[in-house]
DNA sequence: AAATCCATTTCGTGC
DNA sequence: GCACGAAGTGGATTT
């Protein structure tokens, strides 16, 4: 079998469908297989799934999904680095395997309706813009984004509880922690900067005064309140440009 | 074209890829086409992937998957309640829009190597054990896992910062606000509790003790030294009986 | 539609 | 390997 072609095979019996799932993952194809069948896992939680028609996806990666009709979600998976076999017993069975955590995922096959092998080479990398990354470059670039004369001293600052977005300076001396958010924000990114604000207060134990500035596009009336009570302050601003 | 058929074609002519595809979007099937694409995404974000071999899938409840060779997640996707079509310009062009956020995501192939329309049903819900949501249920059949003498009285019991998981009292007569997490915990559940703790301290406004427990199979460094700073207890439960 | 929070979140980064 | 936080997070539930 030449791993140039793209094996396929139509209603196949289990034992052709299990030499062509086999080959693929040998030859570090990308295998898909169309068909009724029951799923069972076992891991960090456990699940089961009577039989149902679906398509199960295997990567050479070692990455599971088990697709129904609908969602945006598999039904079932397992990640990145799992072994996989693929077996006849009554049907075929493909088993996936992972270690630490200790996880097992075994689709079981009534009947096979298509099963594919895909010789895969892809070598791009997705470019993506609008992100909470970009929002801080564009903050270093235009300090008064934040407000006038805020000046960024570092990004990634380390406090003893986590690393701050950008920390830096208002117009009056004092220190400003600024949290970014690519979105609208609720009560959690508002806790998060308040987290950074007292440990930054605690780390550098002056008299010190700390301001915490939440930077998104928008925020939620709880967020709004507990950012006030927390004496924390807002500014409004997109990821994109717009 | 039957319904009851997977329509397959291997190295279609564009013409004959958009046949397959448009015939699968018309009867509700589910699409996968594999070939050399280009893919862009403008919405939330907005994003460009040069021309790679990667497996799209359409669902007919208008869900779109980009996978590459690697990972558990699409490199690129839309969500499901998505409009998509398919038509032939250069070559095979497939669009999914979305209102409200206003997205749209355009897959463009130089060669479609395999395409296939598969009819599903599933009629199977998931059936899932080892959620917080069991972590609950055991905890209502015997409160003493939480500690003894805790009596719970409401679960999602509302605040002014939300549901709080169970709501009781210890055998003291103190209220108590228990947290659920179904896995180790960092600082963000500690700082969600403390807001459910001090919500309700102001809600009941009362003299009232109002006491936290954060329950989970475990917690980070971090998170411990929050907790204690908080005041907060911490009680050790995994989501499985064991 | 908005808000909130869980998820077998996954993924990347840094230690 | 763990910890921490972002994500075009998705998904469910409730208002």
């Given at each position: 079998m030449s791993a140039r072609e793209t094996l396929t095979a139509t209603l196949p019996s289990h034992g052709r469908a299990q030499e062509v799932v086999e080959a693929g993952l040998d030859e570090g194809l990308l295998v898909t297989v169309f068909g009724r069948c029951r799923v069972e896992y076992e891991g960090r939680a456990s699940s089961t799934l009577e039989a149902g028609d679906r398509l199960v996806v295997l990567k050479p990666d070692g990455t599971v999904l088990v697709h129904t009709e609908e969602g945006q979600q598999p039904?079932?998976?397992?990640?990145?680095?799992?072994?996989?076999?693929?077996?006849?017993?009554?049907?075929?069975?493909?088993?996936?395997h992972r270690e630490s955590p200790d996880e097992e995922l075994t689709v079981e096959f009534d009947s096979v309706r298509h099963v594919v092998a895909y010789n895969v080479t892809d070598e791009q990398d997705l470019s993506l813009q609008g992100t909470e990354s970009d929002m801080r470059e564009r903050i270093l670039s235009d300090p008064s984004l934040v407000e006038d004369g805020f000046e960024p001293r570092a990004t990634e600052r380390e406090t003893s509880a986590g690393a701050v977005d950008?920390?830096?300076?208002?117009?009056?001396?004092d220190a400003v922690v600024v949290e970014l958010k690519r979105r609208r924000v609720g009560p959690d990114a508002v806790s998060q900067l308040n987290r950074y604000v007292d440990a930054l207060k605690r780390d550098l134990h002056a008299e010190m005064h700390v301001r915490g500035i939440l930077v998104a596009p928008s925020l939620t009336d709880s967020a709004h309140h507990l950012l006030d009570r927390h004496g924390l302050d807002f500014v409004s601003l997109s990821p994109a440009p717009q």
């Amino acid at each position: 079998m030449s791993a140039r072609e793209t094996l396929t095979a139509t209603l196949p019996s289990h034992g052709r469908a299990q030499e062509v799932v086999e080959a693929g993952l040998d030859e570090g194809l990308l295998v898909t297989v169309f068909g009724r069948c029951r799923v069972e896992y076992e891991g960090r939680a456990s699940s089961t799934l009577e039989a149902g028609d679906r398509l199960v996806v295997l990567k050479p990666d070692g990455t599971v999904l088990v697709h129904t009709e609908e969602g945006q979600q598999p039904v079932n998976w397992q990640p990145p680095g799992c072994t996989q076999d693929a077996v006849v017993d009554d049907g075929l069975v493909i088993h996936s395997h992972r270690e630490s955590p200790d996880e097992e995922l075994t689709v079981e096959f009534d009947s096979v309706r298509h099963v594919v092998a895909y010789n895969v080479t892809d070598e791009q990398d997705l470019s993506l813009q609008g992100t909470e990354s970009d929002m801080r470059e564009r903050i270093l670039s235009d300090p008064s984004l934040v407000e006038d004369g805020f000046e960024p001293r570092a990004t990634e600052r380390e406090t003893s509880a986590g690393a701050v977005d950008i920390y830096g300076v208002d117009d009056t001396g004092d220190a400003v922690v600024v949290e970014l958010k690519r979105r609208r924000v609720g009560p959690d990114a508002v806790s998060q900067l308040n987290r950074y604000v007292d440990a930054l207060k605690r780390d550098l134990h002056a008299e010190m005064h700390v301001r915490g500035i939440l930077v998104a596009p928008s925020l939620t009336d709880s967020a709004h309140h507990l950012l006030d009570r927390h004496g924390l302050d807002f500014v409004s601003l997109s990821p994109a440009p717009q």
